[in-house]
């Protein structure tokens, strides 16, 4: 299995920003995708998740800015972050089973 988070960057507050996660490895179109983030000194926490069926459930604090969305055709998931805040700040990461794990990329919400 290999996950490759892409997309991450330095972005103002009230700005936008898409992650990307390509998969390998494993039936990518009947898999349960999860985005998660991990701030400095704290636990890493589930944002976003989506079932193989398109289902999607968000945590409470990114509910209306974030959306999960898949291409399956891509073996790709994906993470519209929008509104942002200092807060959002923290490593992304996707995941497959919360077992599985992508390396990675910094979001980072600063003026």
């Known amino acids: 299995v290999q996950l490759v988070e892409s997309g991450g960057g330095l972005v103002q507050p009230g700005g936008s920003l898409r992650l990307s996660c390509a998969a390998s490895?494993?039936?990518?179109?009947?898999?349960?995708m999860s985005w998660y983030r991990q701030a400095p000194g704290k636990e890493r926490d589930m944002v976003a998740a989506?079932?193989?069926?398109?289902?999607?459930n968000y945590a409470d604090s990114v509910k209306g800015r974030f959306t999960i969305s898949r291409d399956n055709a891509k073996n790709t998931v994906y993470l519209q972050m929008n509104s942002l805040k200092p807060e959002d700040t923290a490593v992304y990461y996707c995941?497959?089973?919360?077992?599985?794990w992508g390396q990675g990329t910094q979001v980072t919400v600063s003026s």
């Open positions: 989506i079932t193989a069926g398109g289902s999607t």
């Open positions: 995941s497959r089973l919360g077992y599985y």
């Open positions: 490895g494993f039936i990518f179109s009947q898999a349960r």
